[in-house]
């Protein structure tokens, strides 16, 4: 029953009854990516008259969260590319790390030294800093 209430009335829990029916109706799926997000385009790759090119979204897994798609993903469906990632052989190099979500507002977010959100003491001021005065010179 919880299930039925989110998925009616939030749309940032994965897919909306909206979503789901347009993309039984309309959708043709193409591909999955690391993180179980779901990727589809119009049925038979047709252009949608309105947009002059064919529709493509994603449904994501879990919560709404744009950074969770991968960067050959995001090529896909902003038609940087034709080809999706999963027709297509794509290439990594050494130097590139996976790819990961957004993480600000999580435990997991980057706090550098002197954040009040990090623990721990903020290390000393060194004597590059002179506290002003009021009055003072």
């Known amino acids: 029953m919880k299930t039925f ?3 009616l009335f939030t749309w940032w829990n994965g897919q909306t009854f909206g979503t789901q029916l347009w993309t039984w109706l309309y959708g043709e799926f193409v591909g999955e990516d690391e993180f ?3 990727y589809y385009r119009t049925k038979g790759g047709k252009i949608d008259p309105t947009l002059a090119v064919e529709r493509r979204w994603v449904i994501y897994n879990g919560v709404a969260e744009a950074s969770k798609v991968p960067p050959s993903w995001h090529g896909w469906l902003h038609h940087i590319v034709d080809v999706p990632p999963t027709q297509e052989e794509t290439r990594t190099y050494a130097w590139e790390k996976p790819h990961r979500p957004n993480l600000t507002g999580t435990p997991a977010a980057y ?4 954040s009040m ?3 721990g003491r903020r ?3 060194t004597g590059d800093y002179k506290a002003w005065v009021p009055g003072g010179q």
Do not use: M
Not at 111 to 114: A, F, T, Y
């Open 117 to 119: 959100l990090r623990q």
């Open 5 to 7: 209430f989110l998925r």
């Open 36 to 38: 179980g997000n779901r």
């Open 111 to 114: 706090r550098p030294s002197g």
């Open 123 to 125: 290390p000393k001021a």
